[in-house]
């Protein structure tokens, strides 16, 4: 059984900073996708950011100049650093683990933005 430990999250102000690990100890990891996800209450689980196994980033818009998904093949683990946060970036966050024919999640971790 693969296990993704999502870590990091807590509460900040806004404007603050974030980083979010997410470490697995398969040897999938490095030819896998990974990709982070955030669920806000009654909102569908949105992708934030994905990293391909060979280092391709993507973002979706609202995030693009505050985030950064960047990868760790030897620690196999995949980062999000965020930066600038605001309000609206309240959620549960969540890793996956994309390979062929298969994917994994992670457990979650919440991350909140308030004053």
């Known amino acids: 059984q693969v296990q993704l430990v999502e870590s990091g999250g807590g509460l900040v102000q806004p404007g603050g900073s974030l980083r979010l690990s997410c470490a697995t100890s398969t040897d999938l990891f490095r030819i896998s996708a990974m990709t982070w996800y955030r669920q806000a209450p009654g909102n569908q689980r949105e992708l934030v950011a994905s990293i391909t196994s060979a280092g391709t980033t993507r973002y979706t818009d609202s995030v693009k100049g505050r985030f950064t998904i960047s990868r760790d093949n030897a620690k196999k683990s995949v980062y999000l650093q965020m930066n600038s946060l605001k309000p609206e970036d309240t959620a549960v966050y969540y890793c996956?683990?994309?390979?062929?024919?298969?994917?994994?999640w992670g457990q979650g971790t919440q991350v909140t933005v308030s004053s």
């Open positions: 996956r683990l994309q390979s062929p024919g298969l994917e994994y």
